[in-house]
């Protein structure tokens, strides 16, 4: 089952994603998080994983893109909450996530988007 929400927080967008994510989902998930950086005007996008098991070499594209698509919109995104087991999937599998900055998790993205650190 897949859950994902998008919530504005001050000045950020929160994606909070859970479950399994398949391919027509991350790609629909894709637009939502592009229309929503324009409709809010929002200056990050922050992408909480924690709860996803599973980080596969398309999500992980897709994630990728998204990013260098905010990027081009003006705003940055961070992928917070990476499960141990995620960032190795991600690391042995040689999965490019350019673009994309990490946090340990979603208060500390935020923190770091207020200016915080």
């Known amino acids: 089952m897949n859950k994902s929400s998008i919530v504005k927080i001050h ?4 994606v909070t994603l859970q479950g399994e994510i398949d ?3 991350a790609l629909e998930l894709q637009q939502e998080i592009l229309q929503s950086v ?3 005007q929002v200056s990050g996008v922050v992408i909480e994983i ?3 098991d599973l ?3 398309y999500m ?3 994630l990728s893109e998204t990013a260098r ?3 081009l919109m003006g705003a940055e995104t961070f992928l917070a909450g990476l499960r141990p087991m995620v960032a190795v999937t991600i690391v042995e599998m040689g999965l490019n ?3 994309v900055k990490t946090a340990l998790n979603l208060e500390v993205a935020l923190e770091v988007l207020k200016g915080g650190r």
């Open 38 to 40: 324009i409709r809010y």
């Open 60 to 62: 992980a594209r897709i």
């Open 23 to 25: 391919d027509r989902t």
């Open 50 to 52: 924690s709860q996803l």
């Open 97 to 99: 996530i350019d673009g």
């Open 55 to 57: 980080v596969d070499s």
């Open 69 to 71: 698509m905010i990027k």
């Open 11 to 14: 000045n950020a967008l929160v």
